[in-house]
């Protein structure tokens, strides 16, 4: 199978500290990650799309300032929410196409991140 | 612009019957392909089935099948045979070509499925 770990599984910081959320492609290498935001019972709203070596390419409106996104290596992305506030709150999903695969294969996604700011 | 609706905010069926959600997009490019993903109450998303914008037959994966009509521009997903183990959201998505990158999903509001016993 294609399995992609996101770690952590949840977190909990304070208001004004920066949170990093790791995105691995475990058995096999992804030349593309993308990251969503999902508010509860809502749809998933896409960040940013990142490719290895290259800065991400942040949606409309995504603040590309407070969420850092790193792709530097074929199985590594991370985002970094940079001074969160509660509004920040959210799950985040980030998700990898297999390199070598066509434009329509299936995206791989890791298990989310639940992000509480107190 | 790309779009991609989905207008059941919930369904409810009983199980062991077959279930319809509905999902319509909007889209220029003359290619494009289509998916449907199960997000549980954990919020992991499992791929269920997809749909080309070429393809000719409708897809089908098990109990899973798209009812592509393109014409109307809608893909909605019948599930046969429920069981309880369906309950979940369930998302239509779309992908939108981005230049030399491939593409990026865009994902419609989501059906909340409930399967009664």
């Known amino acids: 199978g294609a399995v992609v770990s996101q770690h952590p599984s949840w977190v909990i910081c304070k208001s004004g500290t920066s949170v990093k959320i790791e995105c691995r492609s475990l058995?096999?290498?992804?030349?593309?990650m993308f990251w969503y935001r999902q508010f509860p019972k809502q749809s998933l709203m896409l960040m940013a799309t990142?490719?290895?070596?290259?800065?991400?390419?942040?949606e409309q409106g995504v603040e590309k300032d407070k969420f850092l996104i790193n792709h530097a290596s074929l199985t590594l992305s991370t985002l970094t929410v940079t001074s969160a506030h509660p509004e920040d709150s959210s799950f985040y999903i980030c998700s990898a196409r297999r390199q070598g695969t066509s434009y329509n294969s299936p995206l791989h996604f890791g298990n989310g991140t639940r992000l509480t700011v107190t | 612009a790309q779009k991609i609706t989905q207008t059941q905010p919930g369904m409810f069926v009983q199980e062991k019957e077959a279930v319809t959600l509905d999902c319509t997009y909007d889209?220029?490019?003359?290619?494009?392909?289509l998916f449907w993903y199960k997000q549980p109450s954990s919020g992991e998303m499992i791929f269920l089935i997809y749909q080309g914008s070429y393809d000719q037959q409708n897809a089908t994966e098990g109990r899973y099948s798209l009812n592509f009509q393109k014409a109307r521009k809608s893909a909605n997903l019948v599930i046969s045979a429920s069981q309880l183990g369906d309950s979940a959201m369930y998302f239509c998505?779309?992908?939108?070509?981005?230049?030399?990158?491939?593409?990026?999903?865009?994902f419609g509001q989501g059906t909340e499925l409930s399967v009664k016993p």
């Open positions: 990142s490719n290895e070596g290259s800065k991400a390419t942040y």
């Open positions: 889209t220029s490019d003359p290619s494009y392909g």
């Open positions: 058995d096999f290498q992804a030349t593309t």
């Open positions: 998505a779309m992908r939108v070509p981005i230049y030399n990158q491939g593409g990026k999903l865009i």
